[in-house]
């Protein structure tokens, strides 16, 4: 097998990686060969998907944090630190969606929202990359980003202006750190079956939109992201920091 997407030897956090995207990218980027550190809220969930990746033969640790919660995050990484675990892959996934019309959103929705989806990515990068800094032996920084890094929808103000705020806190991190080989970049999901976008998917018009509007005419799978996520997390994409690459069966790319 090539070397260029071989994880072996690195270790990678997922983050909201209990159950959706987040587990099965860090399923994937466990079979490329890193040892993953899945996290979540849920120190249960985590327990279970723990117990799937120990049956498939991969090296798995749990950390249970919320990363929305600085405090949580600084103990997070001093337990990683105590540990001797060093984190050369970090993968920001946790995310949350709430829809409801602008003008009946409350700022405590929003805030909630906007540090879910967008400042716990700057908290978990910057504890990230400051030990990959004192390492000296660079690093990855992968995040996620949507369709509304780019266009928006109505009803998701606060998960659109979080996702695009990704898109370039993702540069603003290729800026400040590429020189340290850290390289930073996201990956843009189309519209992908998950758990999330249930309300979505069962709505029947809604469904028609998404495969008319999606040169794919399919909704995509959290399996369609693999490729990606190893791709950023590895060598092959050593020269490649900033970028957002878009995994949506080639929505934006067409009216
Ligand atoms: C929505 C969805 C989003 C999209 C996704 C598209 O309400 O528009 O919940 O999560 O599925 O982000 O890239």
Redesign the pocket.
């Known amino acids: 097998m090539s070397k260029l997407f071989d994880l072996s030897g690195r270790t990678a956090l997922v983050t909201g990686s209990s159950g959706g995207l987040g587990l099965v990218m860090a399923r994937g980027l466990a079979e490329a060969g890193a040892a993953v550190v899945l996290n979540g809220r849920d120190a249960a969930k985590l327990a279970a998907a723990k117990e799937g990746f120990i049956e498939a033969g991969y090296t798995v640790s749990v950390s249970a944090f919320d990363v929305a919660d600085e405090a949580a995050v600084l103990a997070g990484f001093a337990a990683f630190d105590e540990a001797g675990i060093d984190i050369d892959i970090l993968v920001n996934n946790a995310g949350i969606?709430f829809?409801k019309p602008m003008i009946d959103l409350a700022v405590a929705d929003w805030r909630r929202v906007l540090e879910t989806n967008l400042t716990s990515a700057f908290v978990m990068g910057r504890e990230a990359a400051r030990r990959m800094i004192a390492r000296g032996k660079g690093g990855k920084i992968i995040n996620i980003?949507?369709?509304?890094?780019e266009v928006a929808?109505a009803?998701?103000a606060p998960?659109t202006a979080a996702?695009g705020g990704i898109k370039l806190l993702t540069r603003s991190m290729a800026a400040e750190w590429a020189k340290y080989d850290i390289q930073s970049n996201a990956i843009?999901?189309?519209?992908?079956i998950?758990e999330?976008?249930k309300a979505?998917i069962e709505d029947k018009a809604f469904d028609a939109w998404v495969r008319g509007r999606t040169p794919s005419a399919r909704w995509g799978t959290p399996e369609d992201l693999i490729g990606a996520a190893v791709f950023l997390a590895s060598p092959a994409s050593d020269f490649v920091n900033g970028q957002i690459l878009y995994v949506?069966g080639g929505m934006l790319a067409v009216l």
């Open positions: 969606q829809r980003g949507s369709l509304t890094s929808r009803t998701v998960y996702k843009g999901p189309g519209y992908i998950t999330m976008n979505l949506d």
